[in-house]
């Protein structure tokens, strides 16, 4: 029971997914750069899409559960609910008393936690509240603003708010407020569902310093790959590099990389720019060769890290972290124009289900034909909705059990 993660390849038994829902269809034009996306995916095709990628991974031995119901399953005390739900506005961040009071009658109203949950993804509308008599200031100033509480459409990118790193998690402290309140779901499944409570955590919500899961790699039980991006920062990887280097709760990790890539959208994550397709294989954005800046942090004397840096191409450093010779496949076969547009669409973003057996999107078909070609195979889903949030397959999974070394 609980988290069990020491690999990108090995066979995928467990994994957490989100079924896109009413929070996709509550961004507008207006407030798409406020949720960070840059179009407006169809929820019914997107759910479609969604549910053709949970079936593949059901269909190949995968359990898959929702963040959803275990959500739901974690606030089933009604002590707990209530603390959710006042959590929950806080963090919403809403600012009149009286707003905050309705809101909170109109939450706790709810006697299906499915629902409730649901309902605090999705957004509450100021047209669901009652008639408020007592405005403050702050509600007449952002009196044209249509929600109560902000919808979260990034939700279904589940790799994100929390890492599966060995029999730990990072909770991670979200680059953007908009992304912020998604660990909240977390949060209280780690300390009140009855398979996941009392999971030791290398990393938390309330730490200083932004990082993100599609930053985080398992590369071996032994190697952690992390990356310094636009939504990690290097003062976090040395914090949860002291946590991890340091643990007590069994986990066998002795090292952190940490990749210096550019901070851009393009290039999101770590993930973003390569991932891992088997024993000896990678996916990658042609850009990411190298030579790369990267930092190795190891344990030094007296719980202090010790940190080096070097130069290496990404072939280099990957061989040396898995001990073997690595072969790189480049997105879009490295021709500059496909390889843009491939990588937009997350072409270098897989999850794999076992050793050389990946999950890819339909819409890279130029990638997906080089993968199939160098012996890997491939399991095909449809992404004409999913991809307008850019994310790839291993965006929209967070494994929780993965067969060990």
Not at 160 to 186: C, Q
Not at 316 to 342: P, T
Request: aromatic share 10%; with cysteine; net charge negative.
């Amino acid at each position: 029971m609980g988290i069990n993660v020491t690999s990108e390849i090995r066979p995928l038994k467990k994994v957490l997914l989100h079924r896109p829902g009413a929070e996709i269809e509550n961004i507008t034009p207006e407030y798409m750069e406020r949720f960070l996306f840059d179009d407006i995916p169809y929820l019914e095709v997107a759910q479609a899409e969604h549910d053709a990628f949970a079936q593949i991974l059901r269909d190949n031995g995968v359990e898959v559960v929702y963040l959803h119901e275990l959500a739901a399953e974690a606030i089933c005390e009604e002590a707990v609910k209530k603390e959710f739900i006042r959590q929950f506005i806080e963090e919403a961040n809403v600012k009149s008393i009286q707003v905050k009071e309705d809101l909170y009658d109109y939450l706790n109203s709810f006697d299906d936690n499915e629902a409730l949950i649901r309902k605090t993804m999705e957004g509450v509308s100021k047209s669901e509240l009652p008639l408020v008599r007592r405005k403050s200031l702050a509600d007449y100033v952002n009196a044209s603003y249509p929600f109560v509480t902000d919808p979260m459409p990034n939700l279904y990118f589940t790799r994100d708010p929390f890492a599966s790193i060995g029999n730990s998690i990072s909770l991670n402290k979200m680059y953007s407020e908009t992304r912020n309140r998604e660990t909240l779901y977390a949060d209280f499944i780690f300390r009140f569902h009855p398979e996941y409570r009392g999971t030791n955590r290398v990393y938390n919500r309330n730490f200083k310093y932004h990082i993100e899961g599609g930053d985080i790699l398992n590369l071996t039980e032994k190697v952690v790959a992390i990356g310094i991006s636009q939504r990690t920062s290097p003062q976090a990887i040395e914090k949860i590099a002291e946590r991890i280097l340091f643990d007590t709760w069994g986990n066998k990790v002795e090292k952190i990389l940490a990749f210096k890539i550019p901070k851009t959208r393009a290039y999101m994550h770590l993930d973003t720019v390569f991932t891992q397709v088997d024993i000896d294989k990678f996916t990658i954005h042609p850009q990411i060769e190298g030579p790369l800046e990267i930092f190795e942090l190891t344990r030094g004397d007296y719980c202090r890290v010790n940190l080096t840096k070097s130069t290496m191409t990404l072939e280099e450093v990957l061989s040396k972290a898995l001990d073997c010779e690595v072969e790189l496949i480049r997105c879009g076969g490295g021709d500059y124009v496909i390889s843009q547009r491939e990588q937009w669409n997350d072409g270098s973003n897989t999850l794999c289900i076992r050793p050389g057996e990946v999950v890819v999107y339909a819409r890279n078909y130029v990638t997906n034909k080089i993968l199939q070609e160098k012996g890997i195979k491939t399991h095909i889903i449809p992404s004409s909705e999913l991809s307008r949030g850019r994310g790839g397959p291993r965006c929209m999974s967070m494994p929780l059990e993965r067969e060990p070394w």
